[in-house]
Structure formats: C-alpha cells, structure tokens
C-alpha cells in the first residue's frame, strides 16, 4: 500500500498475483533477481500475467542493474507471459534495457533505455501482437528497438537515436509488424533494418535521418515503406 510500500521490487514479485497494478515511486533501483543462476539477472522479472507496472516518470523512476554492464543483465524481462502493461520506466547501464521473450498481447509505453551494452528494447522468440509505443532508446551499443522472430507487433511514436554498431530500429524473421511515426536518427548503421524473411511488414511515416548507412534496408523480407 502506499503507507507501506514494498522497500524492493524483488518482495514485490513474491506477492503479486495476475491482475496486479505495481505503482514505482520515483528513485534508483538496483535489484537483481536470478533468472538462470550465474548467467542472468535482472531488475524485474514479471513471471505474472496481466500484470501492469507504472513508474512516476522514465526520467526519475530508474533501473540501474548492479555491477558491470554486461548483456545477461537486464533492466525489465519476461518470457512466455501475456497481457503485461510497463510504463514510465526508465533504464540505465543495462546489458539489455527490455527482453521480452515469448510474451504476447502486451504494452510498452512511455519508456525509456541508454547506455546498455546490447539492445535498448528487445521483443523476440514468438512475441506476438505487442505495442512499443512512445520508447526512447537513445545511446545504446545495439540496436535501438528490436523486433525478432516476432509478428503483428506495432512500434510507434518513438525515438531510436545515437545507437552504436547496430541499426536503429530493426526487424528480424517477422511477419506483419508496423513501424510507423518514429524518429530514427543518428544512429551508426541503418536507420531501419528489416530482414531474414517475413512478409507484410510496414513502415510508414518515419522520421529518418543522419544514420550512418542506408537509411531504410529491405533484404529478403516483403515490406512495404509508405
């Protein structure tokens, strides 16, 4: 309750069930919860379905996973849940800011990502029907917001800027996914990378400038840049 809060996110997920709403006052968060033993950690891991999380503001409510930046450290994971909700949320030094493994039917919005070492957002292996929506993934060595063996997710209204050795924003083996309304600048390879088969993608009415190779790339995939 808000007259006695949970003092770590880690109590936190031993007491949530499916329906919860966790509310993050403003601060720095450094748990690290197990996920494989010795390889993975991360701040939260939302094992719950339907479960919403909402910080103040992704500028003051941060996860900062402890130790070294490395890319089995993640800010915010799930894998094989659905209908999770995770908003004003912001993550620094991360290995990878956002991992959502297998999760469908759910929403990312109002969040941010820098300074991780891998991906900013990360939504792979048969992540379905997701909206990414008003991200900012900004100064990351990976790619800035990725889609992966994923389809029917839509990305729109953020920000992918200043992310090194990686596109921007990029699809990977996906079918049906929207990118529309972005800005997609600056970043030290494609602006918008889509490949490795799929068809039906879209991209539409980006904001794409300043990267450092082509601005949109097409290989083997049927997308459609309107």
């Known amino acids: 309750s808000p007259a006695r809060p949970f003092r770590t996110l880690e109590r936190v997920m031993r007491s949530v069930k499916a329906g919860?709403?966790?509310w993050v006052d403003a601060g720095f968060y450094i748990d690290a919860d197990t996920i494989t033993?010795?390889?993975?950690t991360a701040v939260i891991n939302m094992d719950t379905d339907n479960l919403t999380l909402i910080g103040v503001d992704s500028n003051v409510t941060i996860f900062d996973p402890p130790g070294p930046t490395f890319v089995s450290a993640y800010g915010v994971y799930a894998d094989t849940q659905t209908g999770l909700v995770v908003r004003n949320i912001g993550v620094k030094n991360?290995?990878?800011?956002?991992?959502f493994r297998n999760v469908d039917r759910s929403?990312?919005?109002?969040?941010?990502v820098a300074g991780a070492s891998?991906?900013?957002f990360n939504v792979t292996d048969g992540?379905?029907?997701n909206a990414?929506?008003?991200?900012?993934?900004?100064?990351?060595?990976?790619?800035?917001i990725s889609i992966n063996l994923s389809s029917f997710n839509v990305v729109r209204y953020s920000r992918s800027l200043q992310n090194t050795n990686s596109a921007g924003l990029a699809i990977g083996t996906g079918a049906s996914n929207q990118i529309i309304g972005n800005?997609?600048?600056?970043?030290q390879a494609q602006g918008v990378s889509i490949s490795f088969g799929g068809n039906g993608n879209l991209v539409h009415g980006n904001y794409i400038s300043g990267n450092t190779q082509a601005g949109i790339r097409i290989n083997n995939n049927d997308a459609a840049v309107v």
């Open 37 to 40: 033993a010795g390889v993975e």
């Open 20 to 22: 919860d709403t966790i």
């Open 132 to 144: 990414l929506e008003q991200l900012s993934s900004v100064s990351n060595n990976g790619v800035g």
């Open 107 to 112: 929403r990312i919005a109002s969040d941010s």
């Open 118 to 120: 891998g991906e900013g």
């Open 183 to 187: 800005d997609v600048s600056g970043n």
């Open 94 to 99: 991360a290995g990878i800011g956002y991992l």
């Open 127 to 129: 992540s379905d029907t």
